[in-house]
């Protein structure tokens, strides 16, 4: 049986599972080699076909701020040849995938996932967190931020920005106007000193760097003084090339200390 056939008897069951629940299933683009199938609520799952391998996966992981961190963990693992295989075979792995779902383990570790997320309080102000914040000037980002995750095992932070935002951001500044920019200067400023180290590289080297001269100074607006110093400094080492540090010399004096108690070892060894 073909494995889009297979998928709609799979997907039936854990739609079943896991909608009544609140989750929301989402359609993940398809590649060459995999079609995944996405379900977002509480936990994440994803199910996961691999052509090559003719391998079905139940994958999970936490959700931050109503999207998955992109940390899977497989829990299900299933063979699946589309010229061998039956509606039968497509029906045990269904079973199957509901049956880890509601099992007492699953559970558990999602509950105890809600609980750690609400004792601690933060959100986890990452790449992936910042490329979800940027959806709201960029809607076009939502699915490409949706492919990344269904298709590679972490977040590629500044990938995702040199490819993905950053032609979108040039365009979007070079284009708007003064109250637009403003309000699009106020949301990086407060992303930046939200946002881990990745995040204020990307916001610093990748987009601010990647603007032409005058769009630049026009991002300008509502940095604090301190975000604008290294923007600045950040911007005069474009095109230069960094010389490395040289090994400092040794001082005389240590020198000649080392090379006295050199010589003393040497007299003790004869």
Known sequence: MEIAKALNIITEKVD??????????????DTANETTVLYVG???????????KKRILLRTCSVEDEEPDNAWKTVATWLYD????????AENIGDDFVETINGPRQIASVQQKKKSK???????NDPLFFANRMIAFFP????????EKAHYESFRGTIFAEEKILPRFRAYVASQGAKNLEKLSKSLSDLYEAGDLDVKGIITYVLLDGLPKEDYEKML???????????NASRKLIGKKMKPEKPRKPKRFMAETLNAMNERQNQVKR
């Open 16 to 29: 079943a599972a896991l909608l009544p629940k609140g989750y929301q299933r989402h359609e993940v683009a």
């Open 42 to 52: 509480e936990a994440a799952y994803s199910i996961v076909y691999y052509f090559d």
């Open 82 to 89: 589309e010229e061998a295989d039956t509606a039968r075979e």
């Open 118 to 124: 609400k004792d601690n309080g933060e959100p986890n």
């Open 140 to 147: 076009e980002l939502r699915d490409d931020v949706a492919y």
């Open 221 to 231: 607006v509502a940095l604090t003084p301190e975000q604008k110093k290294i923007a």
